[in-house]
């Protein structure tokens, strides 16, 4: 049986044009990709952003405008599920509090989750693991570029 799996991602770029990426790992697959998640059923786009947002950084967003959805097929990586992919550029309500890497996967203790700023400059699609994230940072250099 397959289904669809909406989604929803942040690009949150910092005063210092630094974009944030998120490295994890779920079982033995490590993974690049935007601060993120999928919608909950009875849920909208920008709620469930925000709770993403809280549930992984602990930070208030403001959603400023919509960047990409998915318009080609993907399977997911984990399951026999579609990912719809909704991405939004996003800015902090208030500084991050997070200890932030330098080095992808450079975990703490007791987490498969780390954090840290590419420089808008230096974005590359090789820094995320997924096709719809490669996608999104094309349209916003495009974007930034034009």
Known sequence: ????????????????????????????????????????????????????????????????????????YEQSSFNDSQILSIYYLVKAVSPLKLNFKTIAFDFDQNTLQSFRWININELKTEDVTFKTDKTAIELLLKQIHS
């Open 1 to 72: 049986m397959s289904y669809f799996n909406v989604r929803v991602y942040g690009l949150l770029i910092n005063e210092h044009n630094e974009v944030l990426i998120s490295d994890e790992q779920s079982g033995d697959r490590r993974f690049s990709k935007f601060p993120g998640g999928g919608l909950e059923l009875g849920e909208g786009l920008i709620d469930a952003l925000k709770r993403e947002f809280i549930e992984e950084c602990n930070a208030e967003i403001e959603v400023l405008y919509h960047l990409y959805t998915t318009d080609f």
